[in-house]
């Protein structure tokens, strides 16, 4: 379906699959992401967005796969009702962030924390329905792009 000047959900202004990345594509492929579509409902959310779709409330939404993963995965009937017509990325996970004031101990404790998750059955079994097999501490420059998109997008 060709989704020129038809309905289409956004997840919201600060996510990058479902704001950024979509908007980018229509640029690298010669459109104004402002005209392109018809009417634009911001949902957000990514479930929403694939309900949205299913419920033929917009014709067409931009979401993580992740999300629609795990919905399907589920059994989600109204994820089972949208069809993929193009993948983006791949991108980096959103990451943890925490308050620049946090206690740097906590701060240390918790990254600690997390950087041990999957390494016990029990932690596996936590982050297993989230789809995520363990944290890493990112490389400085891993989520340049989005940084440099987002700050294109402003």
Known sequence: ????????????????????????????????PDRFFGDVIITHSHDKSIRAVAQGIV??????????????????????????VERLGPFGMPPVVTPEALDPELEERLLQALLAMGDTPESRA?????????????????????????????
């Open 59 to 84: 014709d067409g939404a931009s979401v993580d796969s992740l999300i629609l993963e795990a919905m399907l995965s589920r059994g989600d009937p109204e994820a089972g009702a949208v069809k993929v």
């Open 1 to 32: 379906m060709d989704l020129r000047g038809r309905r289409f959900g956004y997840v919201d202004q600060l996510s990058n699959s479902g704001w950024l990345a979509p908007r980018r594509r229509l640029a690298e492929l010669g459109y104004d």
């Open 126 to 154: 936590i982050l297993a329905p989230l789809r995520i097999d363990r944290f890493r501490v990112p490389s400085p420059t891993e989520y340049q792009d989005l940084v440099e998109a987002a700050t294109a997008a402003e």
